[in-house]
């Protein structure tokens, strides 16, 4: 009965070391667990990829980078990955309360690693969530989501 925010990250990645390092996807975490949302993020790097991290030293990366999703999920097979179609690493998607997919797409306008870019960046993510919480529906229900290739397992 909750919305939920689903984050796939991969900290090897440029595109979300620009998120986290300016500290905007943790702000957007923020914002949405204050208007009562469940985000996950999801990690789907296969282990046999380089940039795969153990649990541990996942949970301690989102740690040091003081994440503030409820859970971070390992996906190693890419089973929840492939099932949402989930391409690039950040890829974002909200489902309401009543499961419906709401939105699918980048965090925001600024397909860039420049971590300069968010301050004039429009944060799609926000605007989804501000509009749901105002009974709105949500305007732009797709944009094209931008970063690394989600670096699924062959098998």
């Known amino acids: 009965g909750r919305t939920v925010v ?5 900290p090897g990645c440029p595109y979300v070391q620009k998120h986290y390092n300016s500290a905007n996807m943790q702000g957007t975490q923020k914002d949405a667990a204050a208007k009562g949302v469940v ?14 991290q ?10 040091q980078h003081k994440a503030a999703a409820s859970a971070t999920l390992m996906d190693g097979d890419g089973k929840l990955g492939r099932a949402y179609g989930a391409r690039t690493t950040p890829h974002l998607y909200i489902v309401d309360g009543s499961g419906t997919l709401v939105y ?25 969530l501000a509009e749901m919480q105002a009974g709105k529906p949500v305007s732009q229900a ?3 989501p931008y970063g690394c290739s989600v670096k699924y397992s062959s098998m």
């Open 104 to 128: 699918a797409g980048g965090i925001d306008n600024k397909p860039s690693a420049n971590p300069a870019d968010v301050a004039t960046a429009t944060n799609h993510v926000k605007v989804a």
């Open 54 to 63: 153990a649990p541990a030293a996942m949970a301690q990366w989102m740690q």
């Open 142 to 144: 797709t944009t094209r």
């Open 39 to 52: 985000w996950l993020s999801v990690n789907s790097t296969a282990p046999e990829h380089s940039d795969y």
């Open 6 to 10: 689903l984050e796939w990250v991969n």
